[in-house]
Structures are given as structure tokens and as C-alpha cells.
């Protein structure tokens, strides 16, 4: 703790405690007590006690070897105080060393304050180094400086040291190509928990996550916002939860892998499976072998069910993300574009489908097989309300189509949700008819 550099090796403890350090002078010590964190010279000035009680008064009286006034305010001049106790060898250092012997080192409040801004700053030190080499993290940072979150989250500025490092350790391991939150959290923390809900590294990285995918603090008020989330950067909560939903994907030619036996058993059947990150850290190696084929990526569950009922066996590959892409299905997608294959996507039109493609599209183009739209742009839009399909659009469209920049502004203009059921025929005539 800061404070005045004052000798007190020189003072005769004893005799200080008993003249100084009396019950009935606290309020004088208590005063220059307050000098000193105020930065003000100690026997500088007077201070005053107004109804001093007679105890108070002769405690004075001892003090300065002479009886104080009689008027309401007794006033002791410091510089007397000291004087008594440089002249009587008690404190030859004077008056601010005999108060720190009796209180201990007394900080100066606006060194206090300067050094608490200082270690502050640095605390956010470890944010800095990472945002150097990672740059698309520096408006976090910045929000983080601005709505002083970290110290929102930490008590004091050494706890907040520690968990800015815990935070940078974190992110620079996200986006992860899939992995679960407590494996996340033991690699980089040391503590399976450390990113459980509620904790304050999780909020800290939640709230970077937010940043780097585009998200309100509404959008992680609850739990499925959350997961979404964390399984935007390839974070799922465990290996079990994380599912995705595909028919008739083609495991590698040739290899006998618990998984591949499993998708080649229910396309044999046209059957739709679910499968688990866990079943899905087992992928095989495709080696480019879906070079040239098409892989159809829809929305919701409907699309995949109806596939199977009318084509069974001879549907093309058919992924369902089920909303958000979940781990697993990102996990599937990189297995699948891996292989060569191509992706197209098809999903509800709104915002939330349209959330969901610029996924893909992001997820294919850094895999250097850019995804396509199915059946999802400004043309196939206008065709299905012409129809008169597709039900009231509540709310505004929040995100662009950079594969159509149109196809917001018709969204917004028509005010029409068209749901993947509502068009689910053509999907199917898509399907039936493969790559022609």
C-alpha cells in the first residue's frame, strides 16, 4: 500500500502509547491522521475539537504540559504537539512519525488513487497482447475499457489480472474447429468449470464472443441463446447434446470406422440419423472423394423427414442444421467440404434463416468451396409469395444476403415469412432430381 516514506525506528513506543496514544486523544491522531492521507504536512496549522469532554481536556493538558482554553472549542496548535515530542525524545522524527508508529503507514489518498488507476490499466494488459494479434477483437477491447467490465467482474486489480489472462487464453483458441465447453475451459484455465454459466470468465468471453459474431447481450439472455453462441466459435456444452441430423451422407469408400458402418447401414435404408459430436470425433479422412457432388444443407426437420418418406434410398445427401448450426454440424459440414463436395442451402426466409446461411457460407468460403444458395434468393422469394404462401413477418429483417443483397429490402417490402414446409415440394422435385 502507498504511502509516506516516514522513519519510525527512533520512537519510544512506550512513552508515545501513553501520552499520545491515550482513548481521550484519538480525535487529535484521528486528525493528522486525515492530514496525511490528504498529502498535508502533519504539524502544519491547528485542528479543534468543539465539547471537549474534561477527560479530552486533560489528556490535553498532559499532552502539552499546560491547561488548553476554557472556551467550547479546545484548539491545539500541531506544531506544539510536535515540539513536545522532538523536545521530550519521544518522536525525535516529529508528529507524522509518532502518528504512522500508533496507525501503522497511512496512504496518500491521490498516490492511492493513481496507482489503483495504474494497476487497473494494466490489468487489461493480457487483452492487449491478444488484440496485437488478433485484431478483430479490438472493439471488444474497447467496450470493455469503455463499460469498465472487467471491473465489473473482478474485486480488485490483481483478481482482474488473473482473469484477463484466463479470458485471452480462451479466445485465442477460439473459433475452435470442435470442442466442449469443459475441455475448453480445462486446456486453457486449468478448471473444467471455469466456463460453467454464471462465472465471471464466462461472461467476460460470452461478451467477446457477442462482438465477433454480430450479437446483442438479448441474444444470450437464455440458455439456447447461449449455446448458439458458443457453438458459433465451435463450442458445444458436451459431446452428447451437440446432434445433427443427415440422410444419406456417404461415409469414405472402403473404410470400416464405427461411423462410417453407421451412415452406410441407414442410407442403405433411406433412413434419416442423428448423430453426436462425440460419434463425430471418430470422422475418417475423406480425401477429396466427394469431388463434384452436390451435399443439400436445409433448415428445418420437416424438409429431411419428407425426403426420406418420398425418395428413401435415392435422396442425394441431405444435411439438416435444425436451427443454428450446432457443433456437430459444423464439425459435418468441414467433414463434408473436406471432401470436395459441394454445399447448397436452403432455409426459412427470414432473420433468423438468413442468420443461419451467412453461417454457411462463411464456414464453406474458408474451406475454399464456396456454398450456393438452394431455392434462396430474391427469385425464389418473390415466386412463393406470388403463391400466396408463407405467413406474416413480425419482425424486421435484421441481417443482409451478401449472396443477394435484395433479398432483405423484398423481405421487408412483401412483410411475408416463408417457412421451408411451405415450399417443401419443390424441395423435394430438387432432390428427385439430383444434379439435372
Not at 504539524?43 to 468543539?50: M, P, S, W
Not at 477527560?55 to 513536545?84: F, K, M, N
Not at 470422422?283 to 425426403?307: R, Y
Amino acid at each position: 500500500m502507498a504511502g509516506p516514506d516516514v522513519p519510525t525506528d527512533r520512537v519510544d513506543h512506550n512513552r508515545l502509547r501513553r501520552l499520545l496514544g491515550a482513548p481521550e486523544l484519538a480525535w487529535l491522531v484521528d486528525r493528522v491522521v486525515e492530514r496525511l492521507a490528504a498529502g498535508t504536512t502533519a504539524a502544519d496549522g491547528a485542528v479543534a475539537l468543539t465539547d471537549p469532554s474534561p477527560e479530552q481536556r486533560r489528556a490535553v493538558e498532559r499532552l502539552l504540559g499546560r491547561p488548553p482554553g476554557r472556551g467550547r472549542t479546545l484548539t491545539i496548535r500541531l506544531g506544539d504537539v510536535e515540539a513536545v515530542l522532538r523536545d521530550a525524545e519521544i518522536s525525535p522524527d516529529g508528529l507524522a512519525a509518532a502518528v504512522t508508529a500508533l496507525r501503522g503507514p497511512i496512504p496518500v489518498r491521490h498516490e492511492t488513487a493513481a496507482a489503483e488507476r495504474t494497476a487497473w490499466d494494466s490489468a487489461h494488459e493480457p487483452l492487449e497482447h491478444l488484440v496485437a494479434v488478433r485484431p478483430d477483437l479490438a472493439p471488444w477491447l474497447r467496450h470493455v475499457r469503455a463499460t469498465g467490465l472487467l471491473k465489473r467482474h473482478a474485486p480488485t486489480s490483481g483478481t482482474a489480472l488473473d482473469l484477463a489472462g484466463q479470458a485471452a487464453r480462451v479466445l485465442a483458441a477460439l473459433p475452435h474447429p470442435g470442442t466442449v465447453r469443459p475441455i475448453l475451459a480445462a486446456g486453457a484455465v486449468g478448471d473444467a468449470h471455469a466456463l460453467d454459466d454464471g462465472r465471471p470468465l464466462t461472461a467476460l468471453v460470452l461478451s467477446a464472443i457477442r462482438s465477433l459474431s454480430g450479437l446483442a447481450a438479448a441474444d444470450t439472455t437464455h440458455a439456447e441463446g447461449r449455446r448458439a453462441a458458443w457453438a458459433g466459435v465451435g463450442v458445444a456444452t458436451d459431446h452428447l447434446s451437440s446432434r445433427v441430423l443427415v440422410l444419406n451422407v456417404p461415409p469414405p469408400p472402403g473404410d470400416d470406422s464405427t461411423l462410417s458402418r453407421l451412415l452406410r447401414l441407414m442410407a442403405t435404408d433411406g433412413e434419416p440419423v442423428t448423430l453426436t459430436l462425440r460419434q463425430l470425433r471418430a470422422l475418417p479422412a475423406g480425401h477429396a472423394d466427394l469431388a463434384g457432388q452436390t451435399v443439400s444443407v436445409c433448415e428445418n426437420p420437416a424438409v429431411i423427414s419428407a425426403a426420406a418418406d418420398a425418395l428413401g434410398a435415392a435422396c442425394p445427401p441431405l444435411l439438416c442444421l435444425e436451427g443454428t448450426p450446432s457443433v456437430a454440424a459444423i464439425s459435418l459440414l468441414r467433414w463434408i467440404l473436406g471432401r470436395g463436395a459441394r454445399v447448397r442451402y436452403h432455409g426459412d426466409f427470414d432473420s433468423g434463416g438468413i442468420r443461419i446461411a451467412v453461417q454457411v457460407f462463411a464456414l464453406a468460403a474458408r474451406a475454399g468451396v464456396p456454398a450456393v444458395p438452394w431455392r434462396y434468393d430474391s427469385a425464389a422469394y418473390l415466386d412463393a409469395v406470388a403463391l400466396g404462401l408463407g405467413s406474416p413477418l413480425s419482425a424486421p429483417v435484421s441481417p443482409d444476403a451478401p449472396w443477394d443483397p435484395d433479398l432483405r429490402h423484398h423481405l421487408e417490402t412483401n412483410a411475408v415469412r416463408v417457412e421451408e414446409e411451405h415450399v417443401v415440394d419443390m424441395l423435394l422435385g430438387d432432390l428427385a432430381c439430383g444434379d439435372c
